[in-house]
C-alpha cells in the first residue's frame, strides 16, 4: 500500500514539474519578441535588441548586437558588452556602441571622445578585458 502512495506521488511531482516548464516557456516568450531562440545568448529589457551567437566567413564564433523591431545588426562584430542599468555598452568592428534598449536609442562612433567620461572607462574596461572573453 505504501508503494502505490510513493509512485503516485512520484507520477504527481513529474506531472507538475511539465506544467511548471510549459508555463515558464510560454512566460519566458510572451512580449513582441521572442527571448529564447537558439542564436539569442543575452537579451535586454523586452528582447528588442539582443546578442546572437554566430560566425563569419571565417567559421569563427562571433557575436552580434541585434534590433529585432526593424531587422538591423546594431554592430555586426562585437567583441566585449556589458549592461550597465538601461544601457548595454559594446566594442566591435563599427566601433563603440552605448545603446538605451529601453528607449531603443544608441550612440555609435569609432571615436571614443565623443561619448562621457564615464562612458570612457566603461568602454575602456571593455577593451582591457575583451581578450579574456570567449565567445561559442
Not at 508503494?3 to 516548464?21: D, T
Not at 551567437?53 to 534590433?67: I, M, P, S
Request: glycine share 6%; no cysteine.
Amino acid at each position: 500500500m505504501n508503494n502505490k502512495y510513493v509512485f503516485i506521488s512520484a507520477i504527481a511531482m513529474i506531472v507538475i514539474f511539465i506544467i511548471y516548464l510549459i508555463i515558464r516557456i510560454i512566460i519566458d516568450n510572451s512580449g513582441p519578441y521572442p527571448k529564447s531562440g537558439r542564436d539569442t545568448h543575452d537579451y535586454f529589457g523586452d528582447a528588442r535588441f539582443v546578442i546572437l551567437d554566430g560566425v563569419d566567413f571565417d567559421y569563427k564564433a562571433t557575436w552580434t548586437l541585434y534590433d529585432q523591431k526593424n531587422n538591423t545588426a546594431v554592430e555586426e562584430s562585437v567583441y566585449n558588452y556589458k549592461k550597465v542599468r538601461d544601457y548595454v555598452y559594446a566594442i566591435g568592428s563599427m566601433g563603440y556602441t552605448k545603446l538605451n534598449y529601453k528607449i531603443g536609442e544608441y550612440t555609435q562612433n569609432k571615436d571614443i571622445s565623443i561619448f562621457s567620461d564615464n562612458d570612457k572607462k566603461i568602454f575602456s574596461d571593455l577593451e582591457a578585458t575583451k581578450d579574456k572573453v570567449v565567445i561559442k
